[in-house]
C-alpha cells in the first residue's frame, strides 16, 4: 500500500506555490486575503468513502486522483470566495484524503489538483481552476459561462458551481418501494417540469418541480392513466452548454450532467435533496415506481477544447476515453465530445456508488441509462468493442443492492459496432425501437410486413429470446422524448425544429410519420378524425403488446411539439404540456387500454408465446388470416397486406415450455381475440367458432364497440382499426 503524508504547504494567504500566482491575481482584489482558516491543518483522514462525509470529529475529503502531485481543499464561503486553501496531507494508492475538523454540513467547498498539464499526453491538471467534486450530494451558487473555464491561467471560482456537504436527513415515514412486477409495469416517461409547469391543479409554487409530481392533481392523473412509474427525464445536476446560452436557449432536457450525485437545483425551489426526496415518497404513497435517466456515458466538459470543470482537472486520462494515438483528443462515443471510460475500475466505482446513492438514500426504483453501450465497452487499447459482459454489467448483477432494482438500456450509442439492441445481459430492459419504428411503419406509413409485426407484437422474441432472457427484456413504445409525440406522428410528413436556432438540421428526417394530407393543425373534420383513429390503433397496439409498454408522457391528452421533433433546447409552450386543450377523451381511452392489460394476464406473459399445440390440441397463441385460418408462411411474406388477428389461449393454454412459469397468471383467463386492418378500406374478417364479446374498437370515437353483445362468424372492422374481443 502506498500510504504517505505530504509536507504542509505554505499558509494558502501567501498562495506562493509554484502554480498560485494567476489564481491569485484573478481571485484577490487589492487588500483582501484568503481568510481566516488559512493556519487550519487537516488531519490524515482516510480514504474512503469518496467525497465529503461528515463525522463525528468533522468532514473527511477522499479524491481520487491517478497523475495529481497535490491536490488542494478549498473552502469557500457564502460568496463563493475562497477563504482557506489547504493540502490534502495522505495519499493512500490513488486517493487523496484529509479530515478537516470540526467542520459539519453545509461547508462549501472545491478542489485544486496539480499535475501534469501537457494536452500532448493526455493531462490536463490546471491548479487555477476551481474544481467541483465528482461525489458532490448538493450545489451552491450558479454556474456561468466564461473564458475562465477554459485551459488557460484564469481562476474560474466566481463562475462555477460550489460543492456543498450534505449530510441531511429526512422522515421516510416508512416509505417502502412499490416493487411492481416488471411484467405488470406501464411505463411513463415523463420531464419533471414539462409535466406541471402550466397544470393549474398544481400549486404555483410547485409547478415544473419536484414536488409538482406528487401534487394530488398530478398523481390522481397518473392513477387514472393506470400508469405504474414515472420514468424521468435527468435529474442530474446538469448545466447549459455554452452554444445554447449564446443563443438564448438550455438544455431542456438535462442529458449534459456534471454532478452523479445531486439532484439539479433548477427543479427545486430551495433544497433540491429534500424536494426531491418528498416527490419521491409522495409518488411512493400512490403506488407509483420512480426510474431514473441517467448519464454515466458523457459529461458537460465536452471535446478537448472544452471547459476544465471537474473530472478533466482531477484525472483527465484515468476517467475519459482518449484516442489511443492522440490523447490530446477524446473517444467521441457519444456525439457530445468525450466519453467516460467505465472500463477504468474507479470509474466504475463512481457509476456504482452513485447508482446505490440514489436506491439507498433517495428511494428510487430503477434507471434508464442513457447510450449504454458506452458502459459496455472495452478498454481502448483493447479495441472498444461491446460486451454484455462487461465488468460493470457484471458488478451491477452481484450487487445486492441494484440487483433488485429495473435496469433499462438504451441500447444504442455513435461509436462503432454502437447499435446493440438485444446485446444486453438477462436482468435488463431495452427500448426497442424497431418496435417503434415498425408499428408506426405498418399503421401509419403502411411499409411493414405482417411477420414483423406480429414478432414485435409477441415480445420480439428474435430480438431477446436469447440467455435466459423473457419478453419483459422489450420495452416497447410509440413514442419518446426523443422524435415526434404520438400526435405529431399523425400530423407532421417533415420535422418543424425550426425554433431550436439550427436551421432545421437538427433531429432525424426518418420519422415514420405521416400528416393524413395536411401538414400540422388544421380544421378539417376528415382529418382530425383519421388522425384519431390512427392514435387510438397504435396505443392499443401498444398495450395489447407482449413486453412492457411505455407512454410519452403528454401523449394521452394529445400534445402536440408543433413537428419539433428535437426539442432538447425548448423550456416552454413547445416542450410543456398543454393542460387548457387536453384531450380527455383520449386520456380516458388510455384508462381503459391500461385496465384491460391488468384485467388479462396473457397480455403481460412472463415466458414467451410458443404457438406450439399441447396434448389437448390448444395453444397459447394462433396467428389468423383474413378468412379466420392459420396463417401459413407464404402469408407472412405478402408485401401490401396489412389485415390479420391472433387468438391468445386462456385458462390452462400455456404450452409446455411456459406452463409451469405462467400457470398462476391463467387462472379464470378467457381466450382472447385480436383483429388487425392496418388497410385504407373497411374489411369483413372471420371469427374463429364460438361467441366472442367485443371489448374494444379503434374504430369507434372513443374505442367502445357500439354494442357489447357476443358477437360469432364474422366481423366488419373499420380501416386503420383494431378489434378486441373475449370468449364469452
Same mark, same amino acid.
Given at each position: 500500500?502506498?500510504?504517505?503524508?505530504?509536507?504542509?504547504?505554505?499558509?494558502?494567504?501567501?498562495?506562493?506555490?509554484?502554480?498560485?500566482?494567476?489564481?491569485?491575481?484573478?481571485?484577490?482584489?487589492?487588500?483582501?486575503?484568503?481568510?481566516?482558516?488559512?493556519?487550519?491543518?487537516?488531519?490524515?483522514?482516510?480514504?474512503?468513502?469518496?467525497?465529503?462525509?461528515?463525522?463525528?470529529?468533522?468532514?473527511?475529503?477522499?479524491?481520487?486522483?491517478?497523475?495529481?502531485?497535490?491536490?488542494?481543499?478549498?473552502?469557500?464561503?457564502?460568496?463563493?470566495?475562497?477563504?482557506?486553501?489547504?493540502?490534502?496531507?495522505?495519499?493512500?494508492?490513488?486517493?487523496?484524503?484529509?479530515?478537516?475538523?470540526?467542520?459539519?454540513?453545509?461547508?462549501?467547498?472545491?478542489?485544486?489538483?496539480?499535475?501534469?498539464?501537457?494536452?500532448?499526453?493526455?493531462?490536463?491538471?490546471?491548479?487555477?481552476?476551481?474544481?467541483?467534486?465528482?461525489?458532490?450530494?448538493?450545489?451552491?451558487?450558479?454556474?456561468?459561462?466564461?473564458?475562465?473555464?477554459?485551459?488557460?491561467?484564469?481562476?474560474?471560482?466566481?463562475?462555477?458551481?460550489?460543492?456543498?456537504?450534505?449530510?441531511?436527513?429526512?422522515?421516510?415515514?416508512?416509505?417502502?418501494?412499490?416493487?411492481?412486477?416488471?411484467?405488470?409495469?406501464?411505463?411513463?416517461?415523463?420531464?419533471?417540469?414539462?409535466?406541471?409547469?402550466?397544470?393549474?391543479?398544481?400549486?404555483?409554487?410547485?409547478?415544473?418541480?419536484?414536488?409538482?409530481?406528487?401534487?394530488?392533481?398530478?398523481?390522481?392523473?397518473?392513477?387514472?392513466?393506470?400508469?405504474?412509474?414515472?420514468?424521468?427525464?435527468?435529474?442530474?445536476?446538469?448545466?447549459?452548454?455554452?452554444?445554447?446560452?449564446?443563443?438564448?436557449?438550455?438544455?431542456?432536457?438535462?442529458?449534459?450532467?456534471?454532478?452523479?450525485?445531486?439532484?439539479?437545483?433548477?427543479?427545486?425551489?430551495?433544497?433540491?435533496?429534500?424536494?426531491?426526496?418528498?416527490?419521491?415518497?409522495?409518488?411512493?404513497?400512490?403506488?407509483?415506481?420512480?426510474?431514473?435517466?441517467?448519464?454515466?456515458?458523457?459529461?458537460?466538459?465536452?471535446?478537448?477544447?472544452?471547459?476544465?470543470?471537474?473530472?478533466?482537472?482531477?484525472?483527465?486520462?484515468?476517467?475519459?476515453?482518449?484516442?489511443?494515438?492522440?490523447?490530446?483528443?477524446?473517444?467521441?462515443?457519444?456525439?457530445?465530445?468525450?466519453?467516460?471510460?467505465?472500463?477504468?475500475?474507479?470509474?466504475?466505482?463512481?457509476?456504482?456508488?452513485?447508482?446505490?446513492?440514489?436506491?439507498?438514500?433517495?428511494?428510487?426504483?430503477?434507471?434508464?441509462?442513457?447510450?449504454?453501450?458506452?458502459?459496455?465497452?472495452?478498454?481502448?487499447?483493447?479495441?472498444?468493442?461491446?460486451?454484455?459482459?462487461?465488468?460493470?454489467?457484471?458488478?451491477?448483477?452481484?450487487?445486492?443492492?441494484?440487483?433488485?432494482?429495473?435496469?433499462?438500456?438504451?441500447?444504442?450509442?455513435?461509436?462503432?459496432?454502437?447499435?446493440?439492441?438485444?446485446?444486453?445481459?438477462?436482468?435488463?430492459?431495452?427500448?426497442?425501437?424497431?418496435?417503434?419504428?415498425?408499428?408506426?411503419?405498418?399503421?401509419?406509413?403502411?411499409?411493414?410486413?405482417?411477420?414483423?409485426?406480429?414478432?414485435?407484437?409477441?415480445?420480439?422474441?428474435?430480438?431477446?429470446?436469447?440467455?435466459?432472457?423473457?419478453?419483459?427484456?422489450?420495452?416497447?413504445?410509440?413514442?419518446?422524448?426523443?422524435?415526434?409525440?404520438?400526435?405529431?406522428?399523425?400530423?407532421?410528413?417533415?420535422?418543424?425544429?425550426?425554433?431550436?436556432?439550427?436551421?432545421?438540421?437538427?433531429?432525424?428526417?426518418?420519422?415514420?410519420?405521416?400528416?393524413?394530407?395536411?401538414?400540422?393543425?388544421?380544421?378539417?373534420?376528415?382529418?382530425?378524425?383519421?388522425?384519431?383513429?390512427?392514435?387510438?390503433?397504435?396505443?392499443?397496439?401498444?398495450?395489447?403488446?407482449?413486453?412492457?409498454?411505455?407512454?410519452?408522457?403528454?401523449?394521452?391528452?394529445?400534445?402536440?411539439?408543433?413537428?419539433?421533433?428535437?426539442?432538447?433546447?425548448?423550456?416552454?409552450?413547445?416542450?410543456?404540456?398543454?393542460?387548457?386543450?387536453?384531450?380527455?377523451?383520449?386520456?380516458?381511452?388510455?384508462?381503459?387500454?391500461?385496465? /384491460?392489460? +391488468? =384485467?388479462?394476464?396473457?397480455?403481460?406473459? @412472463?415466458? !414467451?408465446? *410458443?404457438?406450439?399445440?399441447? %396434448?389437448? &390440441?390448444?395453444?397459447?397463441?394462433?396467428? /389468423?388470416? +383474413? =378468412?379466420?385460418?392459420?396463417?401459413?408462411? @407464404?402469408? !407472412?411474406? *405478402?408485401?401490401?397486406?396489412? %389485415?390479420? &388477428?391472433?387468438?391468445?389461449?386462456?385458462?390452462?393454454?400455456?404450452?409446455?415450455?411456459?406452463?409451469?412459469?405462467?400457470?398462476?397468471?391463467?387462472?379464470?383467463?378467457?381466450?382472447?381475440?385480436?383483429?388487425?386492418?392496418?388497410?385504407?378500406?373497411?374489411?369483413?374478417?372471420?371469427?374463429?367458432?364460438?361467441?366472442?364479446?367485443?371489448?374494444?374498437?379503434?374504430?369507434?370515437?372513443?374505442?367502445?364497440?357500439?354494442?357489447?353483445?357476443?358477437?360469432?362468424?364474422?366481423?366488419?372492422?373499420?380501416?386503420?382499426?383494431?378489434?378486441?374481443?373475449?370468449?364469452?
Amino acid at each position: 500500500m502506498n500510504d504517505s503524508i505530504h509536507p504542509d504547504a505554505p499558509a494558502p494567504a501567501s498562495l506562493d506555490h509554484p502554480t498560485a500566482s494567476a489564481a491569485r491575481r484573478s481571485r484577490e482584489a487589492p487588500g483582501e486575503t484568503v481568510g481566516a482558516a488559512q493556519a487550519t491543518r487537516l488531519l490524515p483522514g482516510r480514504p474512503w468513502p469518496l467525497g465529503a462525509t461528515q463525522g463525528p470529529d468533522g468532514v473527511n475529503f477522499a479524491l481520487f486522483s491517478v497523475h495529481a502531485t497535490r491536490v488542494w481543499l478549498c473552502l469557500l464561503d457564502e460568496a463563493g470566495r475562497e477563504t482557506a486553501r489547504l493540502p490534502l496531507p495522505r495519499r493512500t494508492e490513488d486517493v487523496w484524503h484529509g479530515l478537516l475538523p470540526g467542520a459539519a454540513a453545509g461547508l462549501a467547498y472545491g478542489y485544486r489538483v496539480e499535475g501534469p498539464r501537457s494536452a500532448a499526453t493526455g493531462h490536463r491538471f490546471n491548479p487555477a481552476k476551481l474544481l467541483i467534486d465528482p461525489y458532490a450530494r448538493r450545489f451552491a451558487g450558479h454556474f456561468a459561462w466564461s473564458d475562465d473555464h477554459l485551459d488557460n491561467d484564469a481562476d474560474n471560482a466566481r463562475h462555477t458551481l460550489r460543492a456543498v456537504v450534505d449530510a441531511s436527513g429526512f422522515d421516510w415515514r416508512g416509505d417502502a418501494p412499490p416493487a411492481i412486477p416488471l411484467e405488470d409495469t406501464v411505463l411513463y416517461e415523463v420531464h419533471v417540469k414539462g409535466a406541471t409547469a402550466a397544470h393549474p391543479g398544481v400549486p404555483e409554487r410547485d409547478r415544473g418541480r419536484y414536488r409538482g409530481l406528487a401534487a394530488p392533481a398530478f398523481v390522481d392523473h397518473l392513477k387514472r392513466l393506470g400508469v405504474t412509474a414515472v420514468s424521468l427525464l435527468p435529474v442530474h445536476q446538469a448545466i447549459d452548454e455554452r452554444p445554447l446560452v449564446e443563443r438564448g436557449l438550455v438544455n431542456y432536457w438535462g442529458y449534459n450532467t456534471i454532478g452523479f450525485f445531486a439532484p439539479d437545483a433548477r427543479l427545486a425551489e430551495s433544497d433540491p435533496v429534500a424536494e426531491f426526496r418528498e416527490m419521491v415518497r409522495g409518488l411512493h404513497a400512490a403506488g407509483l415506481e420512480v426510474i431514473l435517466d441517467v448519464v454515466y456515458n458523457h459529461t458537460a466538459e465536452g471535446d478537448d477544447r472544452g471547459p476544465i470543470l471537474s473530472f478533466r482537472g482531477i484525472d483527465n486520462v484515468a476517467y475519459y476515453r482518449l484516442l489511443p494515438n492522440e490523447p490530446a483528443h477524446y473517444e467521441n462515443l457519444t456525439g457530445t465530445g468525450n466519453a467516460l471510460d467505465a472500463s477504468h475500475p474507479r470509474v466504475m466505482q463512481l457509476v456504482l456508488d452513485s447508482l446505490r446513492y440514489w436506491v439507498e438514500q433517495m428511494h428510487v426504483d430503477g434507471f434508464r441509462f442513457d447510450l449504454a453501450p458506452v458502459l459496455g465497452r472495452k478498454a481502448v487499447h483493447r479495441g472498444s468493442a461491446f460486451s454484455g459482459r462487461a465488468a460493470l454489467f457484471q458488478a451491477i448483477a452481484q450487487d445486492p443492492v441494484l440487483a433488485r432494482v429495473k435496469l433499462i438500456a438504451e441500447p444504442w450509442d455513435v461509436g462503432p459496432g454502437g447499435y446493440q439492441l438485444g446485446a444486453f445481459p438477462a436482468g435488463w430492459s431495452e427500448w426497442n425501437d424497431r418496435y417503434r419504428d415498425q408499428i408506426r411503419a405498418f399503421w401509419v406509413r403502411k411499409a411493414a410486413y405482417r411477420g414483423e409485426i406480429a414478432s414485435r407484437i409477441a415480445g420480439s422474441r428474435d430480438v431477446f429470446g436469447h440467455h435466459r432472457r423473457s419478453p419483459t427484456a422489450s420495452v416497447n413504445y410509440i413514442a419518446a422524448h426523443d422524435g415526434f409525440t404520438l400526435h405529431d406522428v399523425v400530423s407532421y410528413d417533415r420535422r418543424h425544429n425550426e425554433a431550436n436556432g439550427e436551421d432545421n438540421r437538427d433531429g432525424t428526417a426518418d420519422n415514420h410519420s405521416w400528416n393524413c394530407g395536411v401538414e400540422g393543425p388544421t380544421p378539417l373534420l376528415a382529418v382530425n378524425a383519421l388522425r384519431g383513429r390512427l392514435k387510438r390503433a397504435m396505443l392499443a397496439t401498444l398495450f395489447l403488446s407482449q413486453g412492457v409498454p411505455m407512454l410519452l408522457g403528454g401523449d394521452e391528452i394529445g400534445r402536440s411539439q408543433q413537428g419539433n421533433n428535437n426539442a432538447y433546447n425548448q423550456d416552454g409552450p413547445i416542450s410543456w404540456f398543454d393542460w387548457t386543450h387536453a384531450d380527455e377523451a383520449l386520456a380516458g381511452y388510455v384508462a381503459k387500454l391500461a385496465a /384491460l392489460r +391488468r =384485467r388479462y394476464p396473457q397480455l403481460r406473459r @412472463r415466458a !414467451w408465446l *410458443e404457438g406450439h399445440a399441447d %396434448a389437448q &390440441g390448444r395453444r397459447d397463441i394462433t396467428w /389468423l388470416n +383474413r =378468412r379466420g385460418e392459420e396463417m401459413n408462411e @407464404r402469408q !407472412w411474406g *405478402e408485401w401490401g397486406r396489412y %389485415a390479420f &388477428g391472433f387468438l391468445l389461449g386462456g385458462t390452462g393454454t400455456a404450452s409446455s415450455a411456459s406452463a409451469a412459469v405462467d400457470a398462476a397468471d391463467a387462472v379464470d383467463a378467457p381466450e382472447l381475440l385480436v383483429l388487425i386492418n392496418g388497410e385504407a378500406s373497411d374489411w369483413t374478417m372471420a371469427i374463429p367458432p364460438g361467441a366472442w364479446r367485443p371489448v374494444l374498437d379503434t374504430g369507434q370515437r372513443d374505442g367502445v364497440p357500439e354494442s357489447d353483445a357476443p358477437v360469432s362468424g364474422q366481423w366488419l372492422i373499420k380501416a386503420r382499426s383494431l378489434a378486441f374481443f373475449e370468449r364469452t
